[in-house]
């Protein structure tokens, strides 16, 4: 079992920054892609980023490539989301998600564990 813990949400303006913290525990954080996915009211839960077990392959929405960053600390068991130029449709509940396997896959599926959410909320 993985118990996800997402931390860093809350109310920015446009053209803001957030940093998104999630931490892992519960089993062999290392050997995981971890991923970020957001969920606005009515809408899908979609893919934002996602970053494979060692750190060296990335991958992102086109909505958020080149203004979101993603990083992990294994030695701390905790990935980051950092998100920069903020604009109101970026306002979701940000979810961490523990993938099954070691690569930085955008779907959903590949993920096993989540976190609860944390509210991100960019007013304009």
């Known amino acids: 079992q993985v118990q996800l813990v997402e931390s860093g949400g809350g109310l920015v303006q446009v053209g803001g920054s957030l940093r998104l913290s999630c931490t892992a525990s519960?089993?062999?954080?290392?050997?995981?892609?971890m991923g970020w996915f957001r969920q606005s009211p009515g809408n899908e839960r979609e893919f934002v980023a996602a970053?494979?077990?060692?750190?060296?392959?990335?991958n992102y929405a086109d909505s958020v490539k080149s203004r979101f960053s993603i990083s992990r600390d294994n030695a701390q068991n905790t990935v980051y989301l950092q998100m920069n130029s903020l604009n109101p449709e970026d306002t979701a509940v940000y979810y961490c998600?523990?993938?099954?396997?070691?690569?930085?896959?955008?779907?959903?599926?590949?993920?096993?564990?989540w976190g609860q959410g944390t509210q991100v909320t960019v007013s304009s």
């Open positions: 998600a523990a993938s099954r396997f070691r690569g930085a896959s955008w779907q959903r599926d590949a993920y096993a564990y």
């Open positions: 970053i494979s077990w060692n750190g060296r392959s990335t």
């Open positions: 519960g089993r062999t954080f290392s050997d995981s892609a």
